[in-house]
T-cell receptor, first 111, second 111 residues
Framework: KNEVEQSPQNLTAQEGEFITINCSYS?????LHWLQQHPGGGIVSLFM???GKKKHGRLIATINIQEKHSSLHITASHPRDSAVYIC?????????????FGEGTQLTVNP | ETGVTQTPRHLVMGMTNKKSLKCEQH?????MYWYKQSAKKPLELMFV???????ENNSVPSRFSPECPNSSHLFLHLHTLQPEDSALYLC??????????FGDGTRLSIL
């Protein structure tokens, strides 16, 4: 069992739909990250959070430390949101912050 | 412009070749990372450098040899690779355990 589990693995939505991607983890963390990876391979950091909720445009990320669970929400989804969304957790180690990644959720938004 | 530049973007090499991947960050960060992303698998941490010193080697085979001559540059020297080494290799940087900034990756194919 992976230390970071995401669901669903694949998600197809119609433009305008509200989307939720879930992440559960089983280790102690210093922070949780949501990342976006487009087909070309480059990765963009969307959020880094250790408590509560953060919002950026149409994206909202929440975390429940007690339940070891986080969600990424996309409101009014658009085809350009199609990408792989990756949850990762930071664990403090001798090297500073070490990221452990989930397998990613492939999101496709159809027009 | 992500602030982290990787070259080359694509590389095809035979198993007996020697090649190097390059990563340069223009963000003034003090930590740099190499990750491997194979098809259908989560990102895997390979190496971590803090202030030019290697602080983590995640059980990576010796055919991968990292080099960090200064805080802005990171190399991954490749020698006698195997077909299973074909993957996307991503570089990232961060400052004091903050969000990691990723390059666009080098897609490596081993013939």
């Amino acid at each position: 069992k992976n230390e970071v589990e995401q669901s669903p693995q694949n998600l197809t939505a119609q433009e305008g739909e509200f989307i939720t991607i879930n992440c559960s983890y089983s280790v102690g963390i210093s922070a949780l990250h949501w990342l976006q990876q487009h087909p070309g391979g480059g990765i963009v950091s969307l959020f880094m959070l250790s408590s509560g909720k953060k919002k950026h445009g149409r994206l909202i990320a929440t975390i429940n430390i007690q339940e070891k669970h986080s969600s990424l929400h996309i409101t009014a989804s658009h085809p350009r949101d199609s990408a792989v969304y990756i949850c990762a957790v930071s664990q403090w180690g001798t090297s500073g912050s070490r990221l452990t990644f989930g397998e990613g959720t492939q999101l496709t938004v159809n027009p | 412009e992500t602030g982290v530049t990787q070259t080359p973007r694509h590389l095809v090499m035979g198993m007996t070749n020697k090649k190097s991947l390059k990563c340069e960050q223009h963000l003034g960060h003090n930590a740099m990372y190499w990750y491997k992303q194979s098809a259908k698998k989560p990102l895997e941490l390979m190496f971590v450098y803090n202030f030019k010193e290697q602080t983590e080697n995640n059980s990576v085979p010796s055919r991968f040899s990292p080099e960090c001559p200064n805080s802005s540059h990171l190399f991954l020297h490749l020698h006698t690779l195997q077909p299973e080494d074909s993957a996307l290799y991503l570089c990232a940087s961060s400052q004091d355990g903050g969000s990691q900034h990723f390059g666009d990756g080098t897609r490596l194919s081993i013939l």
